[in-house]
């Protein structure tokens, strides 16, 4: 026969699985809404979050993230949407470690926008290794003086007082740099020129239509007009990145690769040391 001292212990534990679950998913909104003080408020001074970026201490540290972190308001101001699972606890006396699954959101290219949510996939934390990809990862502003001509027709037609590449390099001289600046390993794939990237991106868009999906996608003459935005940066890195990445790989048209190339070797936030000759 159950006493009323066992009863009291299972109400206990079942109230204790409760507060752990309404704390942890306390967070993902309170973060998606940039509610530091709540967020600040549901950590204690010994707290650790690691991003898998980066790694943040105590209540305030974690607070100022959501504060201030350039990343996070950039995420907040694209639709941040915390997603998790029902979390696993296991309680030992006034002790309890939990974890749960979270969902990332799945990026369309057809309809440049984010797929639905039942396409997402999941990720358990913590991880490995994270991959930060994208066109313009890593670049770094161009002197002023280079700004001065239009690039394009784009830029001749549309900014002809080069306000918005100025802009645009304002840009990228700030917030960008403190993300950029986390990278652990920056590899720059490297096409043989600009005429070659054009090609590759009418080829990808091609592809996209003959899928015959997407509101977003584009034909040739738009396809070209779009690339014109960022001929001027990719020519750029093309010039300057590779003697400062930890990795090139050169490509050829066909987008095999060519050439091998990296720095000296030089091991950096847990991640090993990588050394490869040119090939």
């Known amino acids: 026969m159950t006493t009323i001292e066992e009863l009291e212990q299972r109400l206990t534990e079942v109230e204790d699985r409760l507060a752990i679950y309404q704390l ?7 973060a998606d809404s940039g509610s530091d003080d709540v967020v600040r408020a549901i950590h204690t001074e010994d707290a650790e979050y690691d991003s898998g970026l980066e790694t943040f201490y105590g209540a305030e540290g974690i607070g100022d993230m959501i504060a201030y972190l350039p990343l996070h308001r950039d995420i907040m101001a694209g639709g941040s949407a915390h997603m998790a ?28 926008d984010r797929a639905p949510s039942n396409a997402w996939p999941d990720a358990c934390a913590p991880c490995d290794l994270v991959i930060f ?10 002197p002023a003086e280079a700004l001065d001509a239009p690039i394009n027709a784009l830029e001749r037609d549309e900014d002809p007082d080069g ?20 990278i652990d390993m920056l590899i720059l794939l ?4 600009w005429e070659t ?27 070209a007009r779009f690339i014109q935005h960022y001929e001027r940066l990719t020519r750029h890195i093309l010039e300057e990145m590779p003697d400062r990445a930890d ?32 090939t």
């Not at 942890?24 to 309170?30: A, D, E, F």
């Not at 990809?133 to 161009?142: I, K, N, R, T």
């Not at 306000?163 to 986390?182: I, M, P, S, T």
């Not at 050439?259 to 090993?272: E, F, I, K």
């Open 190 to 193: 490297a096409a043989p020129d």
């Open 85 to 112: 699972t029902l979390p696993v606890v296991k309680i030992e006396g006034d002790r309890a470690v939990a974890f749960c699954h979270g969902q990332l959101l799945r990026f369309d290219k057809a309809n440049d």
């Open 163 to 182: 306000r918005w590449r100025k802009a645009v390099n304002e840009a990228l001289a700030g917030a960008y740099q403190d993300l950029f600046a986390r």
């Open 133 to 142: 990809e994208g066109w313009c990862v890593g670049a770094v502003p161009l």
């Open 24 to 30: 942890l998913m306390t967070y993902g909104p309170s």
């Open 197 to 223: 990237v054009g090609r590759w991106r009418q080829e990808q868009e091609a592809g996209l239509r003959q899928a015959g999906e997407g509101a977003g996608v584009m034909d040739e003459a738009a396809v």
């Open 247 to 278: 990795m090139v790989l050169r490509l050829s048209a066909d987008r095999s690769c060519d050439a091998v190339q990296s720095r000296p070797a030089t091991a950096q936030n847990g991640l090993p040391a990588h050394d490869l000759s040119t």
